[in-house]
């Protein structure tokens, strides 16, 4: 069965650069979010689409951006990379709320 | 403020030891979600609890959700090392705020 794809699966970035990370939902899957966990701590929600359209914000900072494409994949863009973004950025999918969410293995960030 | 709370953070227990994971909140929740999450891996949906007092089976892990739906338990039974991970609780509607965690190691 296809799952949720993210891409890539590691990056390393300069303090000050950008970053897009990349995620393709499960087919038919109409919710789309975006969680962001640093070490040793739980998955924090940062974002999440409904049908191409945001659905939701969390603690995501304004250096960040998000959307939702037309074929429902999503990019997630960071810019002006600081240290403590380096976290595991995770995406998730699901169809209807309360089912719960698959979600991708997740890139890896590392600000240098 | 963290709104589900787990306990124990950490456990560290024999193969063939039972265990109890515990996800407690003051707030009502309409469903709850385990999940196993493995390093470097996303988490991997175990099981959704949606009415108050369900018992779900999962082979040698049994969940419980509170008869109030504000808490939750997940219990593994004679525990492998396979079983080895972080154990998140998560709940909401259509955004999961997730659990403190619970980091289990179970020795060979």
């Known amino acids: 069965a296809a799952g949720v794809i993210q891409s890539p699966r590691h990056l390393i970035k300069e303090k000050r650069e950008t970053a897009t990370l990349k995620c393709y939902p499960i087919?038919?899957?109409?919710?789309v979010y975006w969680y962001q966990q640093g070490p040793g701590q739980d998955p924090q929600f940062l974002i999440s689409?409904?049908?191409?359209?945001?659905?939701d914000k969390g603690s995501i900072p304004d250096r960040f951006s998000a959307q939702q494409f037309s074929d429902y994949h999503s990019e997630l863009n960071m810019s002006s990379l600081e240290l403590g973004d380096s976290a595991l950025y995770f995406c998730?999918?699901?169809?209807?709320?309360?089912?719960?969410?698959?979600f991708g293995s997740g890139t890896r960030l590392t600000v240098v | 403020t963290q709104l589900l709370e787990q306990s124990p953070q950490f456990l560290s227990i024999q193969e063939g030891e039972n265990l109890t994971v515990y996800c407690n909140s003051s707030s009502v929740f309409s469903s709850l979600q385990w999940y196993r999450q493995e390093p470097g891996e996303g988490p991997v949906l175990l099981v959704t609890v949606v009415t108050g007092g369900e018992v779900k089976k999962l082979k040698r892990l049994t969940f419980q959700f509170g008869d109030a739906r504000k808490d939750s338990s997940l219990h593994i039974t004679a525990a492998q090392p396979g079983d080895t991970g972080l154990y998140l609780c998560a709940a909401g509607t259509y955004k999961y705020i997730f659990g403190t965690g619970t980091r289990l190691k179970v020795l060979a």
């Open positions: 087919p038919r899957h109409d919710t």
């Open positions: 998730a999918s699901s169809l209807g709320g309360g089912n719960g969410y698959t």
């Open positions: 689409f409904y049908e191409k359209m945001q659905s």
